[in-house]
């Protein structure tokens, strides 16, 4: 049974930083590509950021390109989200996901 355990959101102000980090396991962590999605309140999903099985590519939406960093650690099936910059927009429910799967999400809220 595969479960996704994101962590680390919180409450930062704009221009502030957060790492939100996801925590895989009932799989092959490192065979997975894995993504990050955002819900903003009122709003519909929004595909972030996503990296491949071996964390040599990864990937971003246009909206966080430069301000957000993907990695993961293969050795401890962990994916962590480093956010930079971080503005009120980014505002949202954070959740991992293999193509099937997905956490419970991390509340992240930017505001002063």
């Known amino acids: 049974q595969v479960q996704l355990v994101e962590s680390g959101g919180g409450l930062v102000q704009p221009g502030g930083s957060l790492r939100v980090s996801c925590a895989a396991s009932?799989?092959?962590?490192?065979?997975?590509?894995m993504s990050w999605v955002r819900q903003a309140p009122g709003k519909g999903l929004e595909w972030v950021s996503a990296?491949?099985?071996?964390?040599?590519?990864?990937y971003y939406a246009d909206s966080v390109k430069g301000r957000f960093t993907i990695s993961r650690d293969n050795a401890k099936n962990t994916l962590y989200l480093q956010m930079n910059s971080l503005k009120p927009e980014d505002t949202a429910l954070y959740y991992c996901?293999?193509?099937?799967?997905w956490g419970q999400g991390t509340q992240v809220t930017v505001s002063s």
């Open positions: 996901k293999t193509q099937r799967d």
């Open positions: 009932g799989l092959t962590f490192s065979s997975y590509y």
């Open positions: 990296i491949d099985p071996s964390g040599g590519n990864t």
